[in-house]
Every structure is written in structure tokens, then in C-alpha cells.
């Protein structure tokens, strides 16, 4: 999909500036531990790893391999926070702090970030109550002497903590927003083909011009699990024939809400509820006028039959959906029939 390759080029360049902003903090650090002499080791080899693994990640970053950049350089960066939070929780950690919880906050979605922000927030308070209650070392030993640098510390990730999260909702809701755009782009761009389709959606759906969707919460895995989902239970389900199946229905099958559904519907498989309902049961229809077993039906009956409503719904879905009317198309199954016979 279009929106997919912009998103994955966002992240791309996204990497390409903060992979060498990310090395040259950890090299900063490195050289001042060596020439001072003041080597703090969990520090020192932390930044090293950092370093090494933002080097690699910038090697699979210029061949786009945007999975295995991002899985590197979380994991790095993730495991040598959590290494120095805990072993030697000092200001300097509390550095890095913003930095983690904001990088984090690029790349992960609302879960996965709620589940690792926490922890990276509790590695540190964890690691400093430990180190001072459970191992007797006084905080002067990492370098806090007043009592507001031993706040600062214990407050700084919960606080940073509480930002990533806000940043985290403001990006899925710019993903939201870049998702929109594009179909609507492409939505544009076939109605120009089609002057008359253009005039009924101007007609009936005004609104389909607009970003509705822009402050959902849904990230593109969560929309396209949503989508299979969906697509497997037309598939597989004999409800779609009911006469009285709804959305509603749809959503409590899934345990999805109706809005994500319809969301999902929209702009993952670019058609409403009803037009893949009505899709599914013309299939179903031309299945069973291909079928002998029912040639004692008429079409209205077999329409009725698979939930169909209304005889002028079923005859104009049909001819939109297959080209011809019903009646010509149980013809035309029958003239080969009789072709095949002679």
C-alpha cells in the first residue's frame, strides 16, 4: 500500500538522523570517561554497546531494512538503560531518561509502549531504592548529594514516562491523518475516471472528503488483524444470509467496536459494511443459480433466501456487481448447459 512505503521512508529518515545523534552522545561519554579517568564500567560498556549497534543499524538503514534497524537499536538502547538504571541509577542516568522514553515513543505503538515505558520507568527507581535500602550504599556513591537531585531521579522517568505516552497518541494520530489522506488521494483519483461515481458520492457522502478518521487510535497491524478478521467471517459464516444481520452484530462477533469496524472497513477494504454485505450475498446468489438443486426457485425467492430485502436492491446490486441482470445471467448459465448437453 501507498500509505505503507510513506510511512516505512518516514521512519527511515527518522533513523538516519537520530542513529548518528544517539552514537555521538554515547561517543561524548565514552571519551570523557577515558580521558578523565572516571570510568563508571555499566556506563562505559552500555554506551559502547549503543554505539557498535546504531553503527550496524546505519548499514541495514541504507538498505532500508527498517525492521531489523528498529529492532536493533530498541533493543540496544532499551537493555543498556535498563543495565545502568539499575546497577548505577546517578544523573546520568537521568540524561538519557527523555532521550529513551522519546526515542520509544517514535517507533512502538500505545501498548507495547505503556508495557516497556513502565518498566523503563521503574528500572531506575527500583535500581536507586535498591542499591541504597537493600545494599546499604549511600546515594552520594552515584553522585546524588542533595535531596533534589535523589527527587529528580525517582520523578524524572514517571515523568518522561507521562510525555512519551502523550507523543505516542500524537503520532498514531498523524498515521491516522497521513492514512486518510492517501485514500482519499487515490479515492479522487478514480472518481476522475468516472464522472458519474464522482457525482454520487458527492451526492450521498459528502463527508468522504474529510478526515474523519483522524483521531483514531488504531495502528495499520491493528486495521489490517481487523480486516482479515472481518474478511473471514463473510467468508465463513452463514449469518451474512440472515436478513437482520447488522453491523452491530458483525462487531460483537469480532469484539470489535462498530466504529473501528466501520473505520476498517473504509479505509482498509475501501467499501461499506453494506457494499461487502451485499458483495458476499451476490456470490452466494450466482453460486445457487449455477446450482440444478434450484432451479425450482424463482431469482426473488433465491435473492430472499440469502437476506436480500428489497427486489430493487438485490436486481441493482446484482447488474452493478456482475454486469448483467439476474434473469440474464441464469440464461446464460443455462445456454451452456444446453451447449454442453448437445
Avoid at 548499514?59 to 545502568?84: D, E, H, M, N, Y
Avoid at 527507581?125 to 552520594?140: A, E, K, N
Avoid at 444481520?245 to 479505509?267: C, I, M, N
Wanted: hydrophobic fraction near 45%; charge should be positive.
Amino acid at each position: 500500500m501507498e500509505f505503507d512505503q510513506r510511512f516505512e521512508q518516514s521512519q527511515i529518515r527518522i533513523f538516519f538522523w537520530i542513529l548518528p545523534l544517539i552514537s555521538l552522545l554515547a561517543l561524548v561519554q565514552v571519551t570523557i570517561m577515558l580521558t578523565t579517568g572516571n570510568v563508571i564500567v555499566p556506563v562505559l560498556w552500555a554506551n559502547i554497546a549503543l554505539l557498535c549497534s546504531n553503527l550496524v543499524g546505519l548499514f541495514f538503514c541504507i538498505q532500508g531494512r527498517l525492521s531489523v534497524v528498529a529492532f536493533l537499536f530498541k533493543t540496544t538502547l532499551g537493555l543498556a538503560f535498563l543495565t545502568v538504571s539499575l546497577i548505577f541509577p546517578n544523573p546520568i542516568v537521568l540524561r538519557w531518561v527523555p532521550v529513551v522514553f522519546m526515542v520509544f515513543a517514535l517507533f512502538v505503538g500505545r501498548d507495547t509502549y505503556k508495557l516497556y515505558g513502565f518498566l523503563g520507568a521503574l528500572a531506575p527507581t527500583l535500581g536507586l531504592l535498591s542499591q541504597r535500602f537493600l545494599l546499604g550504599r549511600p546515594f552520594s556513591d552515584f553522585g546524588l548529594i542533595m535531596e533534589v537531585e535523589v527527587g529528580a531521579v525517582l520523578m524524572a522517568p514517571w515523568i518522561s514516562f507521562a510525555f512519551g505516552s502523550l507523543l505516542v497518541q500524537q503520532r498514531e494520530r498523524l498515521a491516522r491523518s497521513l492514512a486518510q489522506s492517501v485514500f482519499v488521494d487515490q479515492a479522487a483519483n478514480s472518481q476522475k475516471k468516472d464522472s458519474a461515481d464522482l457525482r454520487v458520492v458527492k451526492e450521498t457522502n459528502p463527508q468522504e472528503a474529510t478526515p474523519r478518521y483522524q483521531f483514531s487510535t488504531l495502528t495499520p497491524a491493528e486495521m489490517e488483524k481487523i480486516a482479515e478478521q472481518a474478511i473471514s467471517y463473510f467468508e465463513g459464516s452463514d449469518d451474512i444470509l440472515d436478513p437482520n444481520f447488522k453491523l452491530g452484530r458483525l462487531s460483537k462477533a469480532l469484539s470489535v467496536p462498530k466504529h473501528h469496524l466501520s473505520q476498517v472497513l473504509s479505509l482498509s477494504l475501501q467499501r461499506s459494511f453494506y457494499d461487502l454485505l451485499n458483495e458476499y450475498r451476490i456470490e452466494e446468489v450466482k453460486r445457487r443459480l449455477k446450482d440444478p438443486s434450484y432451479d425450482g426457485q424463482t431469482i426473488i425467492d433465491i435473492a430472499y433466501g440469502v437476506g436480500f430485502n428489497s427486489k430493487s436492491t438485490f436486481n441493482t446490486a446484482f447488474k452493478r456487481l456482475v454486469g448483467m441482470t439476474p434473469s440474464a445471467y441464469r440464461e446464460s448459465r443455462t445456454s451452456r448447459d444446453r451447449d454442453l448437453d448437445s
